[in-house]
């Protein structure tokens, strides 16, 4: 007997039905994402009495913990810490809202758009993405007077998509998953959401790049971002990493050498000395951490289905408009459901006359979209059962951190920041 029959698509929605064995591929494709998950923990375990650690990552599709399975959600907010934490609020607002080149990425965040030489590599790339690392990311819309109309948010995952369209997803260094698809209808959904027409080959790579192969699908094509919005495509934004993040959330370590012992626990120290995610994020400590407590009390943890990331709130209390305009008419879910919403409009119904740009929120007129990231909450729902049944020790600390501060980044000693920048 296993938990789970099958894994569903993200918010149980029901494209993946008129894509050729989309359900089951979906399936196949996370459970292989969680069997290669569980894999890499193994060597992170240390002994138990002579005998290899357990586990306390689950594969639902595999296994039943035989016990009643308690969710928790875990919740953080959608704004960009690591903008907010390099450049401060207002130059984190402005950088939010643009496009970068994908290849700083592969440094990221170490790309900063005003230092001499990223303007011309900006103008040779091939490829941009959205700057949003929180698994929620927005493009705004502006008309001819710079007024903004209109804010979409997205937190649906790019292997999804590549499910609907076709082509492979590389899970780890040695393992890999292709799709069928059905690029006729990852199409015209793409047509429906951005209200152009899409032609197909526009989604596809023309040039290889950043492991993706000629002809495959292409997250970062143009209608995903500099002329639309779809999908999530920060790379650190994927289903995958969060299904990762989870497992190696669950190996408990503890202050070594010069320290006495004691459990590692607080969020930023946890992730820096587990070495998973991103420490300057406001997603990745969060979800280590609090999966994390539950490996503390012995529990067997998973993660709960439909697996995905989502919008879970969005908060309209300060909102004002004129002419008695209600703050809830202008935001809509698209896509995903209420606690699972999966895209998110905001506009004001044209027919008033007005835009989001005669929006206050607290007093404070609406000039960025990321205003309104600051006000969404995002979260993924984890799933604990039988506590206290699993005895497990403690690893060494893989690393030491790094924290972001300003323009520098400085060495964080599990808890203590040094004084020289790197």
């Avoid at 007997?1 to 008129?18: E, V």
């Avoid at 375990?45 to 594969?59: I, R, S």
């Avoid at 930023?268 to 400590?285: F, Q």
């Avoid at 403690?394 to 060495?411: F, I, K, N, P, V």
Wanted: charged share 20%; aromatic share 10%; hydrophobic share 40%.
């Amino acid at each position: 007997m296993t938990l789970l029959r099958r894994f569903d698509p993200p918010a149980m929605m029901t494209d993946l039905d008129h894509v050729p064995n989309g359900r089951r591929q979906w399936d196949e494709f996370m459970d292989l994402v969680f069997r290669r998950a569980i894999e890499a923990q193994k060597a992170k375990l240390p002994d138990v009495d002579g005998k290899p650690g357990t586990v306390q990552f689950f594969n639902p599709r595999s296994y039943d913990p035989g016990a009643t399975l308690i969710e928790q959600a875990i919740l953080w907010n959608s704004f960009p810490k690591t903008l907010a934490l390099r450049f401060g609020r207002e130059r984190a607002l402005v950088e939010a809202d643009t496009l970068w080149p994908l290849a700083p990425f592969s440094g990221w965040p170490f790309y900063d758009p005003t230092v001499p030489g990223t303007a011309q590599q900006a103008a040779d790339t091939i490829a941009w993405t959205r700057p949003q690392d929180e698994y929620c990311e927005w493009r705004v819309e502006r008309n001819a007077a710079n007024q903004i109309v209109r804010i979409t948010f997205t937190s649906e995952p790019p292997e999804y998509w590549a499910a609907l369209f076709g082509g492979e997803i590389v899970i780890d260094d040695e393992t890999s998953y292709t799709f069928d698809g059905d690029p006729a209808y990852a199409t015209e959904l793409y047509r429906e959401l951005t209200g152009q027409p899409v032609p197909t080959d526009d989604l596809r790579v023309k040039k290889a790049f950043s492991g993706l192969k000629v002809g495959q699908y292409n997250p970062y094509n143009k209608w995903n971002t500099t002329h639309g919005i779809v999908h999530l495509n920060c790379p650190p934004n994927s289903i995958g990493a969060e299904v990762q993040l989870g497992a190696d959330a669950t190996v408990l370590y503890a202050h070594g050498r010069m320290g006495d012992g004691s459990p590692v626990t607080y969020p930023d120290e946890l992730i820096c000395c587990a070495a998973y995610g991103g420490v300057n994020r406001n997603s990745d400590p969060t979800i280590g951490a609090s999966v994390n407590a539950l490996a503390r009390l012995g529990a067997m943890v998973t993660l709960v289905n439909p697996i995905g990331l989502y919008m879970d709130d969005i908060d309209l209390s300060g909102w004002w408009l004129p002419d008695g305009i209600a703050p809830k008419d202008c935001v809509r879910v698209v896509r995903g459901r209420p606690g699972q919403i999966e895209r998110l409009v905001v506009e004001v119904p044209p027919e008033t006359g007005r835009t989001l740009s005669d929006l206050l929120i607290g007093g404070e007129p609406l000039r960025y979209g990321g205003q309104i990231a600051e006000l969404i909450t995002v979260k993924l729902v984890g799933g604990a059962s039988n506590i206290g049944s699993v005895v497990n020790g403690t690893a060494a600390c893989l690393r030491q951190g790094y924290l972001l501060r300003g323009d520098a980044y400085y060495l964080r000693n599990f808890g203590v920041d040094l004084l020289a920048p790197l």
